[in-house]
């Protein structure tokens, strides 16, 4: 199984930017950004496959940006334009074959948390981004 260890949270005012690292000490084959708040299920934010194409969910499209530096196995999280919506622990996970177009369909609505999870095999311990009002 890969270890991975994310960074990079932090406490922001609504409106500010983060940017996330995961550093992955395996394959990257499929890497996936999660997040959960308190009292809140976890859910699936965006998702990167090893040809770069990404997948994201409504409420991120057009703000988080996932990308990943292969040479260096790093898995990234550009998040701007935060709002308090956005306060969780986020995680990375590295995925199997296909969790990607699985993540899509999760994304789309066809699939639910317990669909997509089991695809994905390693976690990292989270970082906590906080937004405030």
């Known amino acids: 199984q890969a270890r991975l260890v994310e960074s990079g949270g932090g406490s922001v005012q609504t409106g500010g930017s983060l940017t996330l690292s995961c550093v992955a000490s395996?394959?990257?084959?499929?890497m996936a950004w999660f997040r959960q708040a308190p009292g809140k299920e976890r859910e699936g934010v965006a998702t990167?496959?090893?040809?770069?194409?990404?997948r994201y969910r409504d409420s991120v499209k057009g703000r988080f940006t996932a990308s990943e530096d292969n040479a260096n196995k790093i898995l990234y999280l550009e998040m701007n334009s935060l709002t308090p919506d956005d306060t969780a622990m986020y995680y990375c996970?590295?995925?199997?074959?296909?969790?990607?177009?699985?993540?899509?369909?999760?994304?789309?609505?066809?699939?639910?948390?317990?669909?997509?999870?089991?695809?994905?095999?390693?976690w990292g311990q989270g970082t906590q981004v906080t937004v405030s009002s």
């Open positions: 996970a590295v995925g199997t074959s296909g969790a990607c177009i699985t993540m899509g369909r999760y994304f789309a609505g066809r699939f639910d948390l317990e669909d997509i999870t089991p695809r994905f095999a390693s």
């Open positions: 395996g394959s990257m084959y499929a």
């Open positions: 990167i496959d090893n040809d770069g194409d990404t």
